[in-house]
């Protein structure tokens, strides 16, 4: 098996890119591209087939994201409330008081990804914030492919030990369906090429038509955010800590600094992935937001991801007003093949009608 590969549960991961040859051409693409160029380019770019894409990019490693945490990057461990705090950082829920529900929808043309779904978070009706959220999508769904599809769901809680120190814990289920077959790409519809066949859905030539679940479980996440100064946060966090050992969901540790003010943030993140390749591999993130007109929030970021050896430019723009939010992101690898990742919520704010009444004025 070569280098860098690694079977977990019936996942083929990725081999990390390898050889002189393949170094140079990767840094001779980087140094053609610039920031501006990526982002330009991505949505010009015609979609690659998904079968190109190493697993774990085509399922982003198992993550979901909001328009803000795409568009920093990634880097909102520390500086994460709102909806983001429920796939980011738990105990980021009870930072500010909120009670906000949100619309999403993720793409990348190149892994054929579309997911949709929601989130609620309320941290406004008492000290014990929560979160709910739902997101199904499809992967490699045109003509022979092998027509994936996944849910996760998740439910979050948060709770403030002291004004200075907030916990949180999200548990986690996620399922992953392949319908098609490699029989339509290469091989037969034998036991082994035609996937995890279910006998007990048949199709209408009386065929065994069904697939099992290859990824099928629950987990949890736990988190730890200090808030060391009016403004700078620090966050340490866990995630899919059950240790489900393959790349589509993989185990990571890491945490986040974030420095914020009612008109600027900015936050570095880092973490450590356990599972997606043979060997543990690193992802750095950073990001920064400045708010135009107490209205218009401007987002940058950049993200490395060392097991795919990616480098990763993002930006993002948003309205947030009284009563609701419209948000997008647009992330583009800058070379070695990585996805084009589209990001777009709109979010409507409960508490701005009156409808609910904080426990508390707030931490």
């Known amino acids: 098996m070569p280098s860098g590969i690694r079977l977990t549960r019936g996942a083929l991961l990725a081999q990390r890119p390898e050889g002189p040859s393949c170094r140079s051409a990767i840094a001779a693409r980087a140094r053609a591209l610039s920031a501006a160029g990526a982002l330009a380019l991505a949505a010009a770019a015609g979609p690659a087939a998904a079968e190109e894409l ?14 803000r945490s795409a568009a920093l990057g990634g880097a909102l461990r520390a500086l994460g409330n709102g909806t983001s705090a429920v796939f980011l950082n738990p105990s980021a829920m009870v930072e500010t008081r909120v009670y906000h529900l949100q619309a999403l929808f993720q793409g990348s043309p190149e892994a ?18 929560g979160a709910i959220s739902f997101v199904g999508g499809f992967v490699d769904m045109g003509e022979g492919g092998l027509r ?14 002291t004004d200075r120190l907030f916990v949180g814990v999200t548990g986690r289920y996620a399922k992953i369906t392949q319908d098609g077959t490699l029989g339509e790409r290469w091989l037969d519809n034998g036991p082994v090429s035609g996937g995890l066949r279910d006998p007990e859905e048949v199709n209408e030539q009386g065929d065994v038509d069904g697939r099992h679940a290859f990824v099928n479980e629950f987990t949890f996440d736990a988190a730890l955010t200090v808030k060391a100064t009016d403004n700078l946060y620090i966050a340490a966090v866990g995630q899919n800590l059950s240790y489900p050992d393959n790349g589509l969901l993989p185990t990571t540790v890491g ?24 060997d543990i591999t690193y992802r750095f993130m950073a990001g920064g937001e400045y708010l135009v007109a107490d209205r218009f929030p401007l987002r940058a970021g950049y993200r490395f991801d060392q097991g795919a050896d990616q480098h990763a430019l993002s930006i993002g723009a948003a ?45």
């Open 319 to 363: 309205y947030v007003g009284t009563q609701f939010a419209i948000e997008g992101t647009v992330r583009r690898a800058l070379a070695g093949g990585g996805p084009t990742t589209f990001v777009v919520g709109l979010s409507y704010h409960l508490e701005s009608s009156g409808l609910t009444r904080a426990s508390s004025d707030g931490l």
């Open 54 to 67: 190493p697993p774990q990019l085509a399922y982003a490693y198992g993550e979901n994201e909001t328009p």
């Open 255 to 278: 945490g986040g600094i974030g420095f914020g003010t009612d008109d600027f943030s900015i936050e570095v993140d880092g973490l450590a992935d356990l599972n997606s390749y043979r």
């Open 148 to 161: 994936r599809s996944y849910i996760d769901a998740r439910v979050g809680l948060a709770y403030p030990i």
């Open 112 to 129: 054929g990804r579309h997911a949709y779904g929601g989130v609620v978070v309320d941290s406004v009706t008492g000290n014990l914030a």
